[in-house]
């Protein structure tokens, strides 16, 4: 049984090895593709707007090691600041989203009366809050384009986190509740565990949801500076080549962000069995 087992292990980690082997040349020939389109474009000439990539890529390279060209800063000023408003953001549609989307989906009634509330809020687009909010005085700049994060980061984790206690087993319920168990105990012991991969999923997407608001929203806070300022900044002074390399800021930051989310949801999914 035991040489069994050693060469199940051998296979399987083998399996793996070329699954990552052959994801990463996929990623490889995408990524070559994209480039490849880009350049096309770039080369016809028809907008103006799209710069090369080499010098796209010579700008990034600057940035990182000069600043940029209009105010000399460094591109870990301008990413540090965005990060803290994402951070503010993220966290508040954490501590509302998961809590309430655990109340609403455990309680029907509730859920029943929050339902048309939220259908009439989720339409909207979390830009259209960002004047609002930054031009509100209580609020300023400081908690305005965090609470543009929030409000696209809110609904996708409440309603993964609705969706995923309502799919909770009825039997589990039934049976705990034949053993013995009250309200509380079946919250604490089952609905709150059997959520947290529907919870992670949907932060995962809320994620990526969060990096297009933070940059619309820095737009309109300009005095917090931050990538969004910097890319609306650049473009404004023709700069075309810089724009793009705080694009492509963006889009490692997402990917790094999201990527780690998905890696924490396949985890947890898979120690609890729900793969």
Known sequence: MTNIAVLN???????????WIRSGIIVVI??????LV??????WGYFE??????????ALISLIQNGDPINHLTLWTEVSSSLR?????????????IPLGLLLG?????????MPVIEVLRPIAPIAWAPIFIATKALGYTWGPALVVFMGMLFPILTSTIFGVQRIDSSWIDASKTLGANRW??????????????????LKTALGVGWMCIVAAEIYATSLGGLGFFIYSMAQNFYWDYAFAGLIVVAVLGLLTTGVAEQVSKYVSRRMGME
Do not use: C, M
């Open 30 to 35: 995408s990524l070559l593709l994209f480039v």
């Open 106 to 114: 455990y309680v029907k009634p509730l859920r029943e009366l929050a």
């Open 185 to 202: 105990q079946i919250f604490y012991k089952i609905v709150l565990p059997s959520s947290v991969p529907y919870v992670l999923n949907g």
């Open 49 to 58: 707007t799209i710069p090369q990539p080499l010098d796209t890529f010579d």
């Open 85 to 97: 408003t994402f951070g503010k953001g993220t966290a508040l549609a954490l501590i509302v989203a």
């Open 38 to 43: 880009w350049w096309l474009v770039a080369e």
């Open 9 to 19: 292990f051998k296979y399987d980690e083998h399996n793996r090895i070329q699954r």
